[in-house]
């Protein structure tokens, strides 16, 4: 996702292989040069002690990120 296209409070989907097994879905707190920190608000059960350990918030690189689908 390009830095340009992204916005504090837009929901996103990811996925960071080192910190969690699963895709996840979060609100965007700040965006930096290459990152954002993400709230992360829905994500698999596996994940549960991990994104508690996080305090369901993760910084991910942009590459990673997509915006997510809306209903």
Known sequence: MDKE???IGD???????ED???AFTGTVEKVYE???LVT???FDAVDKANV???NNKIVVNLKQLKAAKTK
């Open 52 to 54: 508690s350990e996080l």
């Open 20 to 22: 969690l097994e699963s």
């Open 34 to 36: 290459n990152s954002a």
């Open 11 to 17: 929901i996103v989907t990811g996925k960071v292989n």
């Open 40 to 42: 992360i608000t829905d």
């Open 5 to 7: 296209n992204l916005n």
